[in-house]
Each structure stands twice: as structure tokens, then as C-alpha cells.
């Protein structure tokens, strides 16, 4: 299960990377995804060798397009207007690098899982939508559905969000957020998102 949920969060990071297109959201979606997932097997032996490239991949091609500030307020829920404007950049600076790092590694399991796309139900004037997709798996296992909550931030669509299986992605990360929050105050969020992800650079 955890293999499987690794696949699919790369796999989402990987779809999330577009700024999209006023006219063709899904067009986008897909032919970035083609491209960088194209990149990540051609070039699969020499990532796995050296992450450092995989890293730098993942952060130029999806931060960009992705809304850490808003995911951050997201995972934080109530206790985000305990934090002043410094903390929050600080949170979501911090959270910005432990997802790139947790899940950028897990675009190497990516084996040829066949992407669909479904039809997308959102009005011309809709500013805030649910991009749904889902990745056959194979080995005679159901699809998983991954939906990508996106809005619009002057006039280009951003990722805030991504549903894997029903379950939020960063809704996930709330209730560890909490209990750290009511350990040591949002300074001690601040202080274990930095220490975890200084390991993570080792």
C-alpha cells in the first residue's frame, strides 16, 4: 500500500506542474505529464544514481505552478491565525521542501501505470475546480482516482490540493500539524518542519 500510495503522489506531483490553460485545463495536464514522465524514464538509471537531479526536476517544473502558501493554510486549519505573516512563510517555505523531498523519489516507481483523463465539470466562470484523472495501476487492480483542486490566482490556475483515493493530501498532514502546534507553538512546527527536512538533505 505504501508502494502504491509513493506511485500516485509522484505521479500527481508530476501531473501538477502546468500552469493551465484558460480553454484546455486537461490538454496541459497531459502533455506536461507526457513530457516529464517521458524524462523521468529515459533518464531513470541516472536519477536514481545521483536524487539531486530529481529534486532540482521536480522543484523547477512543479513549485511554480503550486500554491505552498495556500496548501500550508490547508494543513494548519484553525491554528493559521495563530501565526503571524513571517511564521506563515516560514511554514509554507518549510512544507514547500519536505513535499518536494517525501515524494519527488517516488516518481522512480513509475513503470508505464496508464493515465486517464475524465471529463472535467467546471463552468468558463469557475475560478476554484476539481481536475479529476486516475491511474490504472494494472495487475488487475481497480484504477486509482486522483482529483487536483486548483484555483485561479490573477488570471493563471494553481494546485492547492491533491485528492488521492478520496484522501486530501495535505488534509493529511493536519492532524500531526496540530499536535505539534499544541506542543510548541507555531515556532515549534516551524522548528520540527526545518530539523526533518535538514535530515533529509544528508
Known amino acids: 500500500m505504501k508502494r502504491l500510495i509513493g506511485i500516485c503522489l509522484g505521479l500527481a506531483l508530476a ?113 476554484d475546480i476539481m481536475v479529476p484523472t486516475r491511474i490504472n495501476m494494472g495487475s488487475g487492480g481497480p484504477p486509482v482516482p486522483i482529483n487536483y483542486r486548483v484555483y485561479k490566482n490573477n488570471g493563471e490556475w494553481k494546485v492547492y490540493d491533491i485528492v488521492i483515493d478520496g484522501v486530501s493530501l495535505v488534509a493529511n498532514y493536519r492532524s500531526s500539524f496540530a499536535s505539534e502546534i499544541r506542543r510548541g507553538g507555531v515556532d515549534g512546527l516551524i522548528q520540527q518542519l526545518a530539523e526533518r527536512n535538514e535530515k533529509m538533505r544528508q
Not at 36 to 47: A, C, I, R, Y
Not at 90 to 115: D, P, W
Open 15 to 127: 501531473l501538477a506542474l502546468p500552469a493551465w490553460a484558460n480553454d484546455d485545463p486537461q490538454g496541459m495536464i497531459k502533455a506536461t505529464a507526457d513530457k516529464v514522465l517521458s524524462e523521468v524514464t529515459t533518464h531513470k538509471s541516472e536519477l536514481e544514481k545521483d536524487l539531486s537531479g530529481l529534486y532540482n526536476l521536480v522543484q523547477d517544473a512543479v513549485v511554480p505552478h503550486a500554491d505552498f502558501y495556500r496548501m500550508s493554510q490547508v494543513a494548519m486549519g484553525r491554528f493559521w491565525r495563530k501565526a503571524d505573516e513571517e511564521q506563515r512563510q516560514k511554514i509554507a517555505n518549510e512544507f514547500r521542501e519536505m513535499l518536494v523531498r517525501t515524494y519527488a523519489t517516488a516518481l522512480l516507481s513509475y513503470s508505464g501505470q496508464e493515465i486517464e483523463y475524465l471529463p472535467l465539470r467546471a463552468q468558463p466562470e469557475d475560478t
